[in-house]
């Protein structure tokens, strides 16, 4: 059996960071989806808000690093909770628990950029001020495109 979702939106509001008893870090935070089709009759695109669980590392993660609006693509398993509420009625609620989160958006350099300015993932040395473009570190060269013809 396969119970795994993926879904990419944006944080309704800043990742809720908390520990269990036994201090273990808990984050919830809520996605705003959009969903692919506007309907039959062209009406306005709907979204969903749909609530996420991430726990550990996964957890402190996200706490650091998403605040509200942030686009985040986050995958896990789909998982409903059953609970009865203060007046004795029985609810049920569904939420992804996420195992992985990844970033959906570049980070902006600073808030004058454009939306898609591209920040390289890497944060350790700029390469880019190296005198010779072909010469990386790790013994690693750039490939000229002059042959044209692949290597395989």
Same mark, same amino acid.
């Given at each position: 059996?396969?119970?795994?979702?993926?879904?990419?939106?944006?944080?309704?509001?800043?990742?809720?960071?908390?520990?269990?008893?036994?201090?273990?870090?808990?984050?919830? #935070?809520?996605?705003?989806?959009?969903?692919?089709? &506007? /309907? $039959?009759?062209?009406?306005?695109?709907? *979204? =969903?808000?749909?609530?996420?669980?991430?726990?550990?590392?996964?957890?402190?993660?996200?706490?650091?690093? #998403?605040?509200?609006?942030?686009?985040?693509?986050? &995958? /896990? $398993?789909?998982?409903?909770?059953?609970? *009865? =509420?203060?007046?004795?009625?029985?609810?049920?609620?569904?939420?992804?628990?996420?195992?992985?989160?990844? #970033?959906?958006?570049?980070?902006?350099?600073?808030?004058?950029?454009?939306?898609?300015?591209?920040?390289?993932?890497?944060?350790?040395?700029?390469?880019?001020?190296?005198?010779?473009?072909?010469?990386?570190?790790?013994? #690693?060269?750039?490939?000229?495109?002059?042959?044209?013809?692949?290597?395989?």
């Amino acid at each position: 059996m396969l119970n795994h979702i993926t879904i990419m939106g944006r944080l309704t509001r800043d990742p809720e960071l908390r520990y269990t008893q036994s201090q273990i870090p808990v984050a919830s #935070f809520t996605l705003a989806v959009d969903r692919d089709y &506007s /309907g $039959r009759d062209g009406g306005e695109r709907q *979204t =969903d808000f749909i609530d996420c669980v991430a726990w550990r590392s996964t957890a402190e993660f996200i706490s650091k690093y #998403f605040q509200k609006g942030s686009m985040a693509v986050a &995958s /896990g $398993r789909l998982q409903l909770r059953d609970w *009865t =509420d203060k007046e004795g009625n029985k609810r049920r609620n569904a939420e992804v628990v996420v195992d992985n989160i990844y #970033f959906g958006e570049s980070k902006r350099r600073d808030s004058e950029s454009a939306p898609n300015t591209f920040t390289p993932p890497y944060s350790g040395n700029d390469y880019s001020s190296q005198s010779s473009p072909s010469s990386l570190p790790g013994g #690693f060269e750039e490939l000229s495109d002059d042959d044209g013809e692949l290597p395989f």
